[in-house]
């Protein structure tokens, strides 16, 4: 038995050499049968595919048949049959089976339509289950994509810091680190904590962007994207939101914003067409289980083109909406950010397609985008998708070495910390423009999953950081 080697269940559903004997390993997910003969599903992970195992019951012993329970891990060795059952092409008659791992019965995913919530307080099992075996394989296969892309297109991967000692979006969300005796931290004459002897010499936190380093990058490279987890300390409890979440963040020197708009539509398309040309299979079973319009809306949005409009436009719209009697739950007027719900009446109910909001008002975006002539807005994109609403957020950024000094001295960002960054606007300063794509939001997007907390592994939230 030992000298066998394993077959993957995703290799073995389109073998078709009947008669031959095969290995497989992997967890229950049902058994089933009659006096004389067990039908075991068996899974591991390498496709939403079962193998079917037949185990003719007076050939075994009885003990371990009892031990084969829904979650219980087998090694099981036998002749690959075609099989007489409908809903699968192959099965395997069982020689040997052994019990690897027998589960307890209070196993927490034994039972089928359990609710998302409940899964979610079991997360380091509910990986064992269908659906949340499609979401992380569907996971990789976006990751794979994005590498790929990039590296296609002459981008290069590079890698921000994680630790940093500045914000570069200056929302003032940042998770610190230290090393210091939080119950005795040292203080300033002022009676400020003094981080002079702290890890870093200074005052450090996990970082929200890797973006300004981006940009050093790409002022050298041509042209960059980062891929690492980022963290933010916003108390936002939505389906949307993470403390911890994975960003994508091409920047390419010389392009605009109309680059960096046909950048963005290029290169989501692509990453949903590769999901639709890779992950076929979890793809239907999503459709099929979590979400019937998930495709359709996969290949709208591979099919068709993003409209764009200026943040103003979508005001106007919104505005001549309310006239009209739709009722929303904030507000809107010139100034002010979109809420979700607008963002979603814009791209789902009026456009009924993927949006790019371009040129927002300068006061609700971060200090580095470019500002237009009108001395209001700067030169902003947002790209809205369905179910979704934000998916990317971007702009052009501001190379003016006067204008960028003017305008973090206007919102009080410590120049002091920024010196490093501003170096890129003193020697040889160029037009660039990027973007950051919201990982976990595109996973959402393509499994059609509804909250953001079910397509990351273990999610990190306020009050949540279990697993
Ligand atoms: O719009 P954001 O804050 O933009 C930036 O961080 C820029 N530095 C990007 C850039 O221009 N290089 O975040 C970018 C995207 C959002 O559009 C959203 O998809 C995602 O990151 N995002 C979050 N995803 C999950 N949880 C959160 N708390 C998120 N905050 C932002
Ligand atoms: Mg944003």
């Known amino acids: 038995m030992q000298s066998l080697k394993r077959t993957k269940i995703v290799d073995l559903i389109h073998c078709t050499e009947f008669g031959s004997?095969?290995?497989?390993?992997?967890?229950?997910?049902?058994?089933?049968?009659?006096?004389?003969?067990?039908?075991?599903?068996?899974?591991?992970?390498?496709?939403?595919?079962?193998?079917?195992?037949?185990?003719?019951?007076?050939?075994?012993?009885?003990?371990?048949?009892?031990?084969?329970?829904?979650?219980?891990?087998?090694?099981?060795?036998?002749?690959?049959?075609?099989?007489?059952?409908?809903?699968?092409?192959?099965?395997?008659?069982?020689?040997?089976?052994?019990?690897?791992?027998?589960?307890?019965?209070?196993?927490?995913?034994?039972?089928?339509?359990?609710?998302?919530?409940?899964?979610?307080?079991?997360?380091?099992?509910?990986?064992r289950t269908n659906t949340f075996g499609a979401v992380f394989r569907i996971r990789h296969n976006m990751a794979m994509a994005i590498h790929r892309y990039f590296h296609e297109h002459g981008f290069f991967y590079f890698h921000t810091p994680i630790i940093t000692a500045s914000d570069a979006e200056g929302a003032g969300q940042m998770f610190q680190v230290t090393t210091q005796d939080l119950n005795n931290l040292p203080k300033t004459e002022e009676g400020q904590v003094d981080y002079a002897n702290d890890f870093f010499g200074k005052q450090a936190s996990l970082t929200v962007s890797g973006q300004l380093e981006g940009e050093l990058g790409a002022t050298a490279l041509g042209a960059i994207y980062t891929f690492g987890p980022t963290f933010r300390a916003e108390n936002s409890n939505t389906p949307r939101h993470l403390a911890e979440f994975w960003m994508i963040e091409p920047e390419v020197a010389f392009n605009d914003i109309t680059d960096n708009m046909d950048l963005a539509?290029?290169?989501?398309?692509?990453?949903i067409r590769w999901a639709l040309e890779n992950c076929k299979d979890d793809l239907e079973f999503l459709n099929n289980m979590v979400d019937k319009t998930l495709l359709e809306r996969l290949h709208f949005v591979v099919n068709n083109n993003f409209l764009r409009l200026t943040y103003t436009?979508?005001?106007?719209v919104l505005q001549k909406a309310i006239a009209e009697g739709r009722k929303f739950e904030f507000p809107v007027t010139w100034g002010t950010d979109l809420s979700s719900e607008h963002e979603r009446f814009l791209v789902e109910e009026h456009f009924k397609c993927p949006i790019i909001l371009t040129d927002y008002p300068k006061e609700i975006k971060a200090f580095y985008m470019k500002q237009n002539e009108d001395g209001k807005t700067v030169r902003a994109m947002d790209v809205l998708f369905p179910q979704i609403g934000e998916i990317i957020g971007g702009s052009e950024r501001e190379e003016s070495y006067d204008k960028l000094v003017a305008r973090i001295e206007e919102l009080h960002i410590p120049m002091k910390d920024m010196w490093w960054y501003l170096d890129t606007r003193k020697f040889g300063t160029c037009p660039h423009s990027g973007f950051g794509l919201g990982f976990e939001r595109l996973i959402l997007f393509v499994t059609g999953m509804q909250n953001i907390r079910d397509v990351i592994p273990f999610p990190r939230t306020p009050r949540s950081a279990e697993f």
């Open 313 to 316: 436009e979508g005001i106007e």
């Open 265 to 271: 539509e290029d290169f989501i398309k692509y990453c």
């Open 21 to 127: 004997t095969v290995n497989v390993k992997g967890w229950v997910r049902t058994r089933r049968g009659s006096k004389n003969v067990n039908f075991i599903a068996l899974n591991d992970g390498s496709t939403i595919k079962n193998v079917q195992i037949v185990a003719d019951v007076e050939q075994f012993d009885a003990e371990m048949l009892k031990q084969i329970t829904t979650g219980a891990c087998l090694s099981v060795v036998g002749t690959l049959v075609e099989s007489q059952g409908a809903g699968q092409a192959s099965e395997i008659q069982a020689t040997a089976i052994e019990v690897l791992g027998t589960c307890d019965a209070d196993f927490p995913m034994q039972k089928k339509g359990q609710t998302f919530e409940y899964m979610r307080t079991h997360a380091h099992m509910r990986l």
